[in-house]
C-alpha cells in the first residue's frame, strides 16, 4: 500500500521570507511523487514532479522539490514567498508495483501574509 | 485552464436521487480519473477509465458508477444519494494510464449539495 503524510495543517509565512511545506510518503516500490497546488474554488493545479535523476526538481512558480530516498521525504520549497502563494498544497504519490491510484496526502494550508 | 471541463459546476438535489457528472478530457489524453474532495475524508481516488476501459478502482461506493463513452468523455453516476455524498467531485485527466509517471490534469470541479 501507498501513503502520503503531510505533518503540517498549516504553514504561516511572511512575505519574502522562504516557504517549505513537508511531505513523507511510504510505498512498496519506487515512488513517483507530485506536488500540485489549490485556490480557492478551483481545480488541482500541478506544480511538480519526481520521477528519477536528480533529487532537486524544479516546477512552475519558482517551486522546487527535493526528494529524500533515506528519509522518504519530497518537501516543496520556494526561496521566497509571495502573498499570491496562499493556498492549499497537496503531496501525492503512486508506486511503480502497477498501482494506477494517485495517493494525496490531507493537504497543507499556506497563508504568506504581506 | 487545465483544459478538462466538468458540467455542471454545481448541483442540488434531495436525498434518494440519481444525478450524472459529466467530464471532457484535455484533447489527447485517453485517461480519466474521478475524485470526490470532501472536509473529512480529503481527497480520495475514485475510478480511472483508459481508453474506453476501466483501469483501476479506489474507494468507490456501489451506489456510483461510471463509464468512458468512444468519444473520451466520461460521466459519473451517483444514486440513491446521501447527505454524506455531498462533496466536490473533481475529474483529472492524462496522457495514459500505464505510465505512472504523468501528471494529471485537474478538472474545475462539481460541487454536489444533497438536501
Known amino acids: 500500500a501507498q501513503s502520503v503524510a503531510q505533518p503540517e495543517d498549516q504553514v504561516n509565512v511572511a512575505e519574502g521570507n522562504p516557504l517549505t511545506v513537508k511531505c513523507t510518503y511510504s510505498v512498496s516500490g519506487n515512488p513517483y511523487l507530485f506536488w500540485y497546488v489549490q485556490y480557492p474554488n478551483r481545480g488541482l493545479q500541478f506544480l511538480l514532479k519526481y520521477i528519477t535523476g536528480d533529487n532537486l526538481v524544479k516546477g512552475s512558480y519558482g517551486f522546487e522539490a527535493e526528494f529524500n530516498k533515506s528519509q522518504t521525504s519530497f518537501h516543496l520549497k520556494k526561496p521566497s514567498a509571495l502573498v499570491s502563494d496562499s493556498a492549499l498544497y497537496f503531496c501525492a504519490v503512486r508506486d511503480n508495483w502497477n498501482d494506477y491510484k494517485l495517493s494525496f496526502g490531507a493537504g497543507t494550508t499556506v497563508t504568506v501574509r504581506a | 485552464d487545465s483544459g478538462v471541463t466538468q458540467t455542471p459546476k454545481h448541483l442540488i438535489t434531495a436525498t434518494g436521487q440519481r444525478v450524472t457528472l459529466r467530464c471532457s478530457p484535455r484533447s489527447g489524453d485517453l485517461s480519466v480519473y474521478w475524485y470526490q474532495q470532501s472536509l473529512d475524508q480529503g481527497l480520495q481516488f475514485l475510478i480511472q477509465?483508459?481508453?474506453?476501459?476501466?483501469?483501476a478502482k479506489g474507494n468507490i461506493l456501489e451506489r456510483f458508477s461510471a463509464q468512458q463513452f468512444p468519444d473520451l468523455h466520461s460521466e459519473l453516476n451517483l444514486s440513491s444519494l446521501e447527505l454524506g455524498d455531498s462533496a466536490l467531485y473533481f475529474c483529472?485527466?492524462?496522457?495514459?494510464?500505464?505510465?505512472?509517471?504523468?501528471?494529471?490534469?485537474f478538472g474545475p470541479g462539481t460541487r454536489l449539495t444533497v438536501l
Open positions: 477509465y483508459y481508453n474506453g476501459e476501466e483501469r
Open positions: 483529472a485527466s492524462s496522457v495514459d494510464g500505464q505510465g505512472y509517471y504523468n501528471e494529471q490534469f
